[in-house]
């Protein structure tokens, strides 16, 4: 069964007032997804939170990635544009000062450019504006087939305040201490775990110690850390032990049926403690989302399952 969504989702204009927020909910702030309906319905995450983005190719888990980015650094560029977005959350919110994102193998102009294509003008202006790109590519690409003219980068590896992250270690290590350079304060995105996952010469082990390490740092960055993650490159044992080594998981899928035209995007909280406790019951589900070049990534309605 379907269940509209609980907040009407309409673009704004300028002249438009914003929604009053409801009394902020007692307890500790949390850091806010920047996603509306998941904002109205959890309250966003814990602060420190490690989330892991997990899912089917294309079903989303980059595009929540990318959209609660840019919705969370609204707030400082576009105020009306930022209460229309988190104007409903609970609250109290602690918003993070950035954005942090660590690219194993793929460069900025690479993202940049892939979000520059599927959203509006907005999206990669402000995303431009607000991160700390962090290219690992000749961490990961080294001692591989891969020439070493295709993972150079145009400036040094990091800034002149990480010195270490070129050295020994291989790409766990530099990955480790990139997001300890600019970890605190930030979101962080970590793209991505697959990478990990497929390359030569990294035990699974390591990085499941790397991410049992990184959840125990990130309760004081005061942010939220998101790990990509593509569904199937793993052994299901792997995925499993990802799995409890995080605080949240939402896994976005695909979905059909006999009974409709097309295929649909979904995303559930498989896992979250401190939000499926509040999470009224009726709610408890499946969100529908769609993804679109002017809103980015939004929910729709909710199937039970």
Do not use: C
Not at 122 to 143: E, N
Not at 222 to 249: R, W
């Amino acid at each position: 069964m379907a269940i509209d969504s609980p907040r009407p989702y309409l673009y704004p204009t300028q002249t438009a007032s914003p929604v009053a927020a409801p009394p902020p909910e007692e307890g500790p702030p949390k850091v806010p997804s920047g996603i509306p309906d998941f904002d109205y319905l959890t309250g966003g995450f814990p602060i420190g939170s490690l989330v892991l983005l997990f899912g089917e190719a294309g079903a989303g888990h980059q595009e929540f990635a990318l959209t609660s980015a840019v919705h969370l650094m609204l707030r400082q560029d576009d105020p009306v544009l930022h209460r229309f977005y988190l104007g409903n959350g609970k609250g109290p919110y602690r918003y993070p000062e950035g954005v942090a994102y660590l690219s194993t193998s793929r460069s900025e102009p690479q993202v940049i450019g892939e979000l520059r294509a599927a959203f509006n003008g907005t999206y990669p202006d402000v995303l431009s504006r607000h991160v700390r790109f962090r290219d690992l590519s000749p961490v990961y690409f080294a001692d591989t087939v891969v020439p070493n003219d295709w993972a150079s980068v145009r400036s040094p590896l990091l800034s002149s305040a990480s010195p270490r992250l070129a050295s020994d270690g291989g790409p766990v290590r530099a990955l480790a201490e990139a997001a300890e350079a600019e970890g605190p304060g930030n979101l962080v995105i970590l793209d991505s775990l697959t990478d990990l996952l497929v390359r030569p010469g990294i035990e699974s082990s390591e990085l499941l110690t790397l991410l049992k390490g990184l959840r125990r740092r990130a309760k004081d960055w005061n942010a939220s850390v998101y790990l990509l993650l593509s569904q199937g490159v793993a052994p299901p044992a792997v995925e499993q032990a990802i799995m409890d080594s995080v605080d949240v998981v939402l896994h976005f899928a695909w979905q059909s049926s006999p009974n409709r035209s097309h295929r649909q995007r979904t995303m559930l909280i498989q896992k979250s403690m401190p939000v499926l406790s509040h999470l009224p019951p009726e709610y408890q589900s499946r969100f529908v989302i769609r993804v679109n070049a002017l809103n980015g990534l939004v929910t729709t309605q909710y199937e039970r399952v």
